[in-house]
């Protein structure tokens, strides 16, 4: 069977392998003569693949024993609100930097419950760039301060992270996480809906560091106090148990194939590949984030005018290219380019690209 | 390949036609080249899915016109807080029927937000039984009446629900939905987690009567307002899309099997040949609950002592039943009898059960 070249921003591309794998014991998990849709949560055969995910991910990101790892549902944006809702105290007042319309998103929600504090903003800029970290600005009253670490998007992505000794600094990483080696103890506490390089859509990863659990004010509802799914280890009430099984084998699959460090390398190739097909096109294609803040993971790009780009997105669906429609918010293009996509894929698409170049050359 | 008998009480048996469809198309959907994993929850592919799935509840479940559905995530616990953040207001007070265990856990929830009161309680009893409809007090001040239509734990369920002008009822019906003809209509809301006759665990249905929508308070949370999933009919953020295919599924073979009046039939079948097998086995094997309350979905029973109970438990086991131990709370059996179960299972479990207790008549 002919697979596609799926450049989709989420849910997006899953390894081949897991995908064979998932299919050849649909019916009977490990010869037991049942999907593992089908095992109660509280088997010791779920609990097995539950635990082995919790320690693929601390190995894969060297997360430190003072972190937990959490699997829950409702996506990203329900940690917009279980955040301030958790961490934002009278008082205090919840720093978000400000680099794309998920950012905007997450300062929303603290909006309804506490203060907040805009500590940087590239809005001006149309959120292609991410801010100096010299030029974030921080108060006595952070209760944390929030950044987006990549900007599914714009197609932006930090490559630094801030740091000082004050500041409990928590991160949506939803579209990067494992895609490069990662600083976990210069944060508080990180998430990332699943659905780009983690598994399917369908569960959320939470890393919080412990001391974070302290000052959690009493009377939250139990399932939006991150304490309830520490003290059952994310097993308060049916977790999503596919959903944590393909994490599980896509986790095994990074292991794999050489954990971060090698899947940060590839990544790397396949990026520069594209960025240098947009870069070489003498202004064909248009890059839209700026140079420096570039993301690894989506690249958006544009044509000159919208009939080319409508004519490009055309000709590539009808070549098995899927998803490389920019977010409906900003239009243009976008390749997303997630672990689980393969460079064979990456390659197939700058041949396009020259190709409709040379065929379109204005 | 050997299936094994299921009583999982949830998450628990699919049918085995719905799995061996997922499992035929999990590397490309449709001959599309991809699995339905990795469509965007914007694609018509996936819109499709959504919307079939949608449609299929309601014809099956003859849902009016005045109500929405909704596919949301967080199970039916999150539905516990949700219900009273949306629903009870100030100078009103939550009214619930306790009949188990998720009763009492929805009751929490509500207290944390507001004022409830108890309209009924069989916990004198021991959840043995469902208090006659008569029984019910009701109050002015009621902004809501709770009941948990089957009792997932304790082996009972309502077989009638009650009904008056000023009420507006909310029913829990994780553990029965789909089982039974239903008059929706006289509920202005209904939820369920998928994991026991709908689908695997990742996605909750929510049945919403439409003028529920217009006395919610602002500056709610944004995944927790009712109001946000109806705009955006249940694709606000990423939709557990994996689970909503197989709920699809799921729904299909429910029609294809001739729908709910043919699946309540069978049911009861069913239910008949396992209660029949404990009543005629002269007090070896007891039902825990009282008769007219039984459940047709789980059947919980006891056998004299403890050590028998246990070799029951170990002798099933090797005999490849699962799912037979009672939830931990309450020990003894249980034999969890959703849609799914082939009518074969229960023949099997009814054989194993003569066995036993010829063998260890005392
Ligand atoms: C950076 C980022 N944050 C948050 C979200 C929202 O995630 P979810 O749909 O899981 O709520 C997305 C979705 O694409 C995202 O890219
Ligand atoms: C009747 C009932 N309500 C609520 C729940 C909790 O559901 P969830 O695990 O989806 O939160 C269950 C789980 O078994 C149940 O049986
Ligand atoms: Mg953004
Ligand atoms: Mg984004
Ligand atoms: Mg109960
Ligand atoms: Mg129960």
Redesign the interface.
């Known amino acids: ?4 070249y ?1 450049f ?7 390894p ?1 392998e897991v ?2 794998h ?2 050849s014991e ?3 998990y490990q ?5 593992i ?6 088997s010791k055969e779920y609990q097995k693949i539950h635990d082995g995910a919790n320690e693929l991910l601390r190995e894969l990101l060297n997360i430190p024993d003072d972190y937990e790892v959490l699997f829950l ?6 940690q ?2 279980m955040i301030p ?1 958790n961490f934002l105290s009278e008082g205090q007042q919840g720093n978000y930097v400000i680099t794309g319309s998920w950012a905007q998103k997450a300062l ?2 603290a909006e ?2 506490g203060n907040t504090f805009i500590g940087s903003s590239s809005q001006a800029d149309d959120f292609r760039s991410i801010p100096d970290l010299g030029t974030i600005k921080y108060s006595d009253q952070d209760a944390y301060v929030h950044l987006t670490s990549n900007n599914t998007i714009h197609g932006t992505q930090w490559k630094h992270f801030p740091k000082n000794d004050q500041s409990r600094f928590i991160a949506d990483m939803s579209s990067d996480i494992l895609s490069r080696s990662l600083p976990v103890d210069q944060f508080s506490l990180i998430y990332a ?1 699943a ?1 780009k390089n983690l598994g ?4 959320t990863v939470v890393i919080l560091k412990k001391d974070m659990l302290k000052n959690i004010p009493d ?6 106090d991150y304490r309830t799914h520490v003290d059952k280890k994310s097993l ?8 944590i099984y ?1 994490l599980s084998l896509v986790l095994q699959w990074t292991k794999n194939n050489g954990g971060i460090q090698a899947i940060e390398k590839l990544n790397a190739e396949k990026t520069n590949l594209l960025y240098d097909t947009i870069d070489g096109s003498k202004g064909f294609y248009n890059g839209t984030s700026e140079k420096q803040s570039r993301s690894s993971m989506n690249v958006t790009f544009r044509l000159p005018g919208k009939e080319l780009e409508d004519l490009f997105l055309k000709e590539a669906e009808e070549e ?1 290219f ?2 490389l429609k920019g977010h ?1 918010s900003v239009g243009g293009c976008r390749a997303s380019l997630y672990n689980a996509v393969p460079i064979e894929s990456v390659h197939a698409l700058c041949d396009f690209m020259h190709t409709f170049h040379h065929k379109h050359n204005i």
């Open positions: 069977m002919e697979r596609r799926n989709n921003a989420g849910p997006s591309a899953l081949q995908l064979d998932a299919q649909l019916l009977s010869q037991l003569g049942m999907s849709m089908e095992f109660s949560h509280r549902q409702g996506g990203a944006s329900l917009f609100s809702m929303k929600e309804k419950i809906g659905q399917p859509a369908g569960v009377n939250l509802p139990t399932m939006l308060y009430n049916t977790p999503p148990s596919f959903a393909m098995g899927v998803g409906r």
